[in-house]
């Protein structure tokens, strides 16, 4: 357990709050799936407004979700090795991973998503299936939302492991 900081009790407040939230979408997206499933083979009518909700359900719940995830510390990593080693081993290597690796990538997709929105939403970009949902620069806000909600995460879990890393012993609260 790493120790909580101020900072990582707001921030965790927050994601928290966002999880739940964002949890509720996997049942809409099934209830989506089993009215789609039941009007095209009960019904012999394929809603492409329904396909297109579906990816989109998919994409809000995977993209919010991360930060929830790595708040909760139930993202995925070689656990086989992580858990038989020392807490501090495993902390330093939280540390390196979350400086070199995730704190880098989340800049990228923000740099590079952040254009791909504006580009959207100036070209006023819908669907090109015929029947098609509008508004596509809204699906594609929620790319850097959830990466920003994982920088947040990521903050927030560096301060946790710096504050067992470098302040044990201290009060880090």
Known sequence: MLPETAFSRRVDALLIAVGRAVSWIWLALLAIIVLNVLLRYAFGQGRIEFEEIQWHLYSVGFLLGMSYALQADTHIRVDVIHERLPVRTQAWIELYGILLL??????????????????????GEVSQAPGGLPLRWAIKAVLPLGFLLLLLAAVSRLTRVWSLLFLSGRDAR
Do not use: E, G, H, K
């Not at 995730?102 to 070209?123: E, G, M, T």
């Open 102 to 123: 995730l704190l880098p990538f989340i800049a990228l997709v923000l740099i590079f998503s952040v254009p791909f929105v504006v580009q959207s939403y100036a070209a």
